[in-house]
């Protein structure tokens, strides 16, 4: 089955910190890949995508990814995280239809 | 980006009567539409998906005839809960796309039945 997989729960992280989510998929084809956040009682917001092309993505609120075939992995990253990035992050991939999601991790970046 | 619109945001209703939740697409339209439960803590979990004038495609283990999605417009979709009881309190979320594209979310609605 094609899914994707949030190894962690969690993720502390102090302010200023860079900060990593990681996500591994396990796709057959060309995976199309998401990272979206959810603040508490909220929808899903987008935050980047790789479809193809460069391996390193950049998203909103300064995050980015980097897509590795090797490893099969697609980490969130971000070089200095903010208390406001706390949230809930969901990896993501899509066929032509159904968008699939991971777990979840909740980060939580301290003072 | 796209803007997609849910509503309400919360209902309280009572047990046995239903519930209607709509998702708008305010600016694009959404040749596909999803409808989403998300349990506290936990992840999102696929109800249905629906294409415009079509029926919706429920996932396993999810009433179709509990949950009726409606796609009469390529801007809108509606949930509606029927004979709503205490085990159908949750976050639903709804969201849309076209083709290939990044899904747009709605904020979500916190249905409390009681």
């Known amino acids: 089955a094609q899914s994707v997989a949030q190894p962690e729960d969690q993720v502390n992280v102090a302010e200023g910190n860079p900060l990593t989510v990681k996500c591994t998929y396990s796709v057959s084809g060309n995976p199309y890949l998401f990272w979206y956040v959810q603040y508490p009682n909220r929808g899903l917001q987008f935050l980047l995508k790789?479809?193809?092309?460069?391996?390193l993505v950049k998203g909103s609120y300064g995050f980015e990814a980097e897509f590795n075939k090797s490893q099969t992995s697609f980490h969130l990253k971000k070089p200095s995280a903010l208390v406001s990035d706390s949230a809930l992050y969901f990896c993501a991939h899509t066929g032509f239809q159904k968008l699939v999601f991971g777990t979840g991790t909740r980060l939580l970046v301290s003072p | 980006g796209a803007v997609v619109s849910q509503h309400p945001s919360w209902v309280i209703c009572k047990s046995g009567t239903s519930v209607k939740i709509e998702c708008r697409s305010l600016?694009?339209?959404?040749?596909?539409m999803f409808w989403y439960r998300q349990f506290p803590k936990q992840s999102l979990m696929l109800m249905a998906t629906?294409?415009?004038?079509?029926?919706?495609?429920?996932e396993q283990g999810v009433e179709k005839d509990k949950f009726l999605i409606n796609h009469a417009s390529l801007t809108l979709s509606t949930l509606t809960v029927t004979s709503a009881h205490p085990e159908d309190s949750s976050f639903y979320i709804c969201s849309a796309k076209t083709g290939r594209t990044e899904a747009f979310f709605g904020q979500g609605t916190r249905l409390t039945v009681v």
């Open positions: 790789y479809i193809t092309g460069d391996n």
């Open positions: 629906s294409n415009e004038g079509s029926k919706a495609t429920y």
């Open positions: 600016d694009f339209q959404a040749t596909t």
